[in-house]
């Protein structure tokens, strides 16, 4: 059973940073991508950034330059440094991957945790 968790978010002025851990139950390199997608109070779920298994990534074109995605093998965790934030970043971030469940594609998500900017 794969299981993701989120840590890091929180309250934070604009022009900050936060660093946000995505910790997976299972070897991060079963999947075939990795992402993190953020929601606000009203919206759809969006994509912020995405990691795919030849390492190539995407980004949101409000979030390039900003934010980055990286991961660690080693302790099967994902990670979105976020810097120069603005309260039009305040979401809950949520952790996502993608992997083969036999014959088909199965998306996973992490419970979210809540990043909040003030003005």
């Known amino acids: 059973q794969v299981q993701l968790m989120e840590s890091g978010g929180g309250l934070v002025q604009a022009g900050g940073s936060l660093r946000l851990s995505c910790s997976a139950s299972?070897?991060?390199?079963?999947?075939?991508?990795m992402g993190w997608y953020r929601q606000d109070p009203g919206n759809q779920r969006e994509l912020v950034a995405t990691f795919n298994r030849d390492t190539s990534t995407n980004y949101a074109d409000s979030v390039k330059g900003r934010f980055t995605i990286a991961r660690d093998g080693a302790n099967n965790t994902m990670y979105l440094q976020m810097n120069n934030l603005k309260p039009e970043d305040t979401a809950v971030y949520f952790c996502?991957?993608?992997?083969?469940?036999?014959?088909?594609?199965?998306?996973?998500w992490g419970q979210g945790t809540q990043v909040t900017v003030s003005s």
């Open positions: 996502n991957a993608v992997r083969w469940d036999v014959s088909s594609l199965r998306n996973y």
């Open positions: 299972v070897s991060i390199y079963t999947f075939k991508s």
